[in-house]
Structures are given as C-alpha cells and as structure tokens.
C-alpha cells in the first residue's frame, strides 16, 4: 500500500538544506525536479568488488576519518576538528606504486611517497569549499579526477588545503598532479607502518617504523570508512 510522507515545516527545510547545500527552500525547490547525469566509480580489490561511489580519499582523507570513526562521543564539529589537527601533527607519507589510464592513452605508473591521493567523479562542494575538492571534474563524460599529493613539509601541505577556501590555487605546487582519467589503480608498497593512534595519549609517536604482515589501509570513500589491505582498482 502506498503512504504519504509528510515532513515538518522545520525538518522539510532541514532535509532541502542538506541534500541540496542551499539555505532558501525556494531556490532548493526550483532544483528538485533537475535532472543531473553523472559518473560513478567501481572500486575493487584483487578482482572483487569492494562498493560503488563518487568520490575516495587515500592518506591524509582516509586516516583523518579514521581518526574521527574512534571519537564518536565527541560532536561532529569537534571531531572533525579534532581528527584535522591530529593527522596534521602526525603528517606521514605512504610509499605507492600510482597507475592511472588517462582517456584513450595508455597507463601511466608513478611509484613515491604520497601524503594524499583522490578519486572524484563530482566537484564534491561544501560550504568550507565552494569551488569543490575537484573544480574541474567534468559531469557525465566518463572521466574522474585524480589528484595526487606527492610528499612535502607540513607547512606546504598546510597551504595546499587552505587553497581549497578560496577561488583557485589549489593545485599550483610542484607537489600536486591533477589528471582526468578513466581509471586509477593504488598499489600501497611498504610493508612497514608506525604506532597507531590508540597511543596517541602517551606521548609522541615513536619515529622508528615496525614491520607488519598485513596492513589495512584507510579509505573515505563518499564519507564512509573502507579499510582495504591491498591494491584498488577504480573504473
């Protein structure tokens, strides 16, 4: 049997607000009979797939969201915060073999240190990024866009991110490739890792790596923590 959905005044505005990032009902509403095409990525691991999605973030994006998923008791404005400011102060890069298919040409494979690597077929914009993660994402066309962050001193990186506010810039460091591509494959090469956060209270982290056998990697993949251990392969 069929039911109406009926939304009150304040939680109709609410819900418009969310989904459409736009504060006036009217203009939110003139939008929501809009239809958009768009791309969406596969994400898969050693030849299973792992989930559908928009947009993934490697390194500094998928740790800082771990980092968070721990502090649940907090709100999510402090945890946001508070996840930022640690990942910051613990800055790492992750040794990788990049591999990426840009449109009809053939793979590219970069092996180095990265402290963040992303995957969005959208802009992905937020009140903090008006222009969007990736302003020069194409809707609809087959493409993402691949950025990758190579590794820098804290400093740079912080500079990198606060771009990210304002009209441009983002992407003009030495340390920063932007491409368009089909698709993308992340190999994580070391088998060495460092403390976990877990021990974040008993002082600094020790600068000595520690071997481990097997290593999940953190994923934010649309705002979801993934932890994949091996290479992934986005179409």
């Not at 404005?77 to 009809?104: D, H, I, N, Q």
């Not at 180095?112 to 903090?128: A, F, Q, R, T, V």
């Not at 982290?205 to 992934?232: C, H, M, Y």
């Amino acid at each position: 049997p069929h039911q109406q959905l009926r939304l009150r005044p304040l939680r109709a505005h609410l819900f418009i607000i969310s989904y459409h990032h736009l504060s006036l009902s009217l203009s939110a509403c003139l939008s929501a009979g809009h239809l958009q095409q768009v791309d969406m990525c596969s994400f898969s691991s050693l030849g299973r797939l792992v989930r559908f999605g928009f947009s993934a973030m490697f390194g500094f994006g998928g740790r800082s969201l771990a980092l968070a998923e721990k502090k649940r008791w907090m709100s999510s404005s402090r945890r946001r915060e508070y996840a930022l400011v640690k990942t910051l102060a613990k800055l790492r890069p992750e040794e990788c073999e990049l591999s990426f298919l840009p449109g009809e040409e053939s793979w590219t494979t970069n092996q180095g240190l990265y402290l963040s690597i992303s995957i969005m077929s959208i802009p992905c914009l937020s009140p903090h990024v008006p222009r969007g993660l990736a302003p020069n994402t194409r809707l609809a066309n087959g493409s993402a866009a691949l950025i990758a962050v190579g590794n820098t001193s804290r400093s740079e990186f912080i500079r990198h991110l606060k771009r990210f506010s304002s009209s441009s810039g983002q992407f003009s460091f030495s340390f920063v490739e932007a491409h368009a591509v089909s698709a993308v494959r992340l190999r994580p090469r070391a088998l060495t890792g460092w403390p976990e956060e877990e021990n974040e209270e008993e002082g600094e982290s020790k600068s000595t790596p520690i071997i481990q056998s097997e290593r999940a990697f953190p994923w934010n993949i649309d705002g979801e923590l993934v932890e994949i251990a091996n290479e992934v392969l986005v179409r």
